[in-house]
């Protein structure tokens, strides 16, 4: 019965999941081993009294980025690199150009920019939830997000796309 479950909720937000881990790593293996992670944990941790399951499959999801991230930068005293380069296996997802184009653009983000938009666009997570999995106030991702549109249009123009 649980399994039933599990995989319908892993076949209706593994995609957004996924998205949402390539928006903080960059890395198409890591993305996927998160995913897998957060599925487990957030199926395992979710109560009757929790939050819906998209919103803790997220917040499972960016804590263990985090959490990797930490442990990363501890063993290597490196510093975790901002900048993907640009021949990495998400842009072979990207089968349009357009959609490249706005990967790319999204990759000049800031983090938390980049984080509202995959989450409240490839997520589909609205924005009051979005500000509660990063930790923001409504007012503030609200704002940030706007901002983050504007810098994303921008960006798309210098790119040569019109929006």
Known sequence: MHEDILEKLY??????????????C??????EELVQESFVRAFLS????????????????????????RRQKFLTDTPIPEQ??????E?????????AALFRAMEQLEGIERELIALHYFAA????????????PYAA????????RIRLRKLMEEDGYEI
Not at 84 to 89: F, H, I, Q, S, V
Not at 141 to 148: S, V
């Open 11 to 24: 076949r209706q937000y593994y995609s957004a999941a996924l998205l949402y881990a390539l928006s903080l």
């Open 26 to 31: 960059r890395d198409r293996h890591l993305a």
């Open 46 to 69: 979710l109560g009757d009294d929790a939050p819906s399951f998209p919103f803790w499959l997220m917040k499972v999801c960016r804590n263990l980025y985090y959490d990797h991230a």
């Open 84 to 89: 993907a380069d640009t021949a990495t296996p």
């Open 91 to 99: 842009s072979a997802l990207l089968a349009k150009e357009e959609t």
């Open 125 to 136: 997570r609205p924005v009051q939830e979005a500000a509660e999995i990063l930790g923001l």
């Open 141 to 148: 991702a609200r704002q940030r997000l706007r901002r983050a």
